[in-house]
């Protein structure tokens, strides 16, 4: 008899619990579990595969897709740990000079990613002309320097959304000198402005080496449960990449975790323009839903302390969650930013345990009913401040994080989000759809694949639509390279931004394509 194909295992890494869902091929949950996330997180990992495998039963033959959101890349870049040491070029000499390479990264972390750094005659103008030529020979001098001690490249050229051809020649060279070494290239990773895509491409070349252990691990938990899915890796749009296309992208992992809950917090409520508010152990995101995908953050997104400029969703982060640490019995009490995270269940007050948390706060304040016992009476008092200025946090957060007059409902996920009172300012209602508390495991079992470009166009032959066509073109095709259905691929956006004060008219145009996923 013939095994049916059609199921799909999401997987999603947050800082309390790793959870784990499956889903078939009309996106309807059959299974899910969650597992304490591990301090080696592939641990944690292993587990939610085994306990959502053992509620599945006998249906495990037919999953064909594993999508994995991961919090190995940010814990990598915070912890410095796991870093490949990268040789940086930039081909932008004489005029970007004053401002070396690294210059904005943090001492310690410029440390640990830095095999040397260079900064060579090239660069392309706005327009597409040369700012001066490339010289190849300044490059192959600085790679010949650095070998034996770079682990990867990553090469950053003046205005390359405009042209790629100096980069591309770098990479030549580079390969030339250091044979089969990961090069990342600061077109295919950040956008226009040269430092804050510079600082991308590096840590994008730093992380490869991370990637590559999660990926193996990844296929070593699947193998032991006799899977062999096609693997996919959550990315920080809400969408997916193939194994493949992460491990050349490993940066755009960061902050998965957010986009996943709102992906899943659009499908499970089926609201597609809407607050949300993903409500976990130790950290509360408060973002805005934009037809169905994350709104994006219109700021250079901080990352380890450094600023680069590829997307991120938009969010207002509170260091509120289940295991927030509630200190104090006199006022003013003191609400987080410790918490007891995957430890909650041996360390809250309702778990017998000797730490007041927000979640023996929302058991006296009569929001939820966990644990084995009620919080004792001397801590009441306490418990009530503390939920109250949980409140009034979240209300505040709400009001930050909204991009439209008037009231909008929230949506409420994430395994606290009994934390959120009924009541808001600005909210219209608040939603607590069905299987809320692995919304984020959800969204990366359901996500799309997408890609994204771009560019600096000048109208020239052709006009407007044929720059437009162009970079949507580009747009479907790196959607398609990341594992979309070619044939269901679309664009969903389209951005065109006139920049002003030249003589020569130019604008940017920004493209993004989504399929789903390819099958077979």
Do not use: W
């Not at 991961?70 to 870049?77: C, K, Q, R, S």
């Not at 410095?80 to 401002?99: D, E, F, K, Q, Y």
């Amino acid at each position: 008899m013939t095994v049916r194909a059609d199921l799909r295992l999401g997987i999603d890494v947050g800082g309390t619990n790793t959870d784990a869902v499956v889903v078939d091929r009309h996106d309807v949950l059959l299974a899910k579990a969650k597992a304490p996330t591990t301090p080696d997180v592939t641990t944690g990992i292993a587990a939610s595969i085994d306990a959502v495998l053992a509620r599945l039963g006998d249906g495990r033959d037919r999953i064909t897709h594993a999508m994995l959101g991961t919090t190995h890349a940010t814990n990598a870049l915070l912890a410095r740990t796991g870093l490949h040491r990268v040789a940086v070029l930039r081909i932008g000499g004489p005029a970007t000079r004053a401002v070396p390479p690294l210059a904005t990264l943090p001492p310690d972390l410029r440390a640990a990613v830095a095999a040397g750094t260079a900064v060579v005659d090239g660069g392309i103008e706005f327009d597409g002309t040369e700012v001066a030529p490339f010289d190849s020979d300044a490059a192959a001098r600085f790679f010949a320097s650095v070998q034996g001690r770079a682990e990867a490249v990553a090469i950053t050229s003046v205005f390359s959304a405009v042209s790629d051809r100096h980069e591309l020649a770098a990479e030549a060279v580079a390969r030339a000198i250091l044979g089969d070494m990961h090069v990342s290239l600061s077109h295919e990773v950040g956008s226009i402005g040269l430092i804050e895509r510079e600082n991308a491409t590096v840590l994008n070349a730093a992380l490869v080496g991370v990637a590559e252990t999660v990926a193996r691990s990844f296929g070593e938990a699947l193998a032991r449960q006799g899977l062999r899915p096609a693997e996919y890796f959550a990315q920080n749009d809400g969408t997916l990449m193939e194994l493949e296309y992460a491990l050349r992208y490993p940066v755009l992992t960061i902050g998965c975790g957010p986009a996943n809950s709102m992906r899943g917090a659009a499908h499970i409520s089926g609201v597609r323009d809407a607050l949300v508010a993903d409500v976990g152990g130790t950290s509360t995101e408060v973002g805005v839903l934009i037809n169905g995908f994350p709104g994006e953050s219109g700021d250079p997104a901080g990352i380890g302390g450094v600023r680069t400029n590829f997307r991120m969703p938009g969010l207002v982060t509170l260091p509120l969650g289940g295991g927030t640490v509630v200190a104090g019995r006199e006022r003013p009490v003191r609400v987080g930013p410790q918490s007891v995270g995957y430890r909650l269940t041996e360390s809250a007050l309702v778990f017998g345990g000797a730490t007041a948390t927000l979640t023996d706060a929302a058991v006296a304040g009569g929001r939820v009913e966990v644990g084995h016992r009620r919080p004792p009476a001397r801590h009441r008092a306490a418990l009530a401040e503390a939920l109250a200025r949980s409140d009034a946090l979240l209300a505040e957060a709400v009001d930050q994080a909204k991009i439209v007059r008037g009231k909008q409902p929230l949506i409420v996920v994430g395994g606290a989000g009994f934390l959120v009172p009924d009541l808001i300012p600005g909210v219209s209602e608040v939603l607590r759809p069905p299987d809320h508390e692995v919304a984020n495991a959800i969204g990366a079992a359901i996500g799309q694949v997408s890609g994204q470009v771009e560019r600096i166009a000048r109208f020239g032959v052709g006009g407007r639509p044929t720059a437009v066509a162009e970079a949507a073109e580009s747009a479907r095709q790196q959607a398609v390279r990341a594992g979309a259905d070619p044939e269901r691929t679309e664009i969903v956006d389209i951005e065109e931004v006139p920049l002003a004060y030249l003589t020569d008219p130019a604008v940017r145009i920004r493209a993004k394509a989504a399929g789903p996923l390819r099958f077979g």
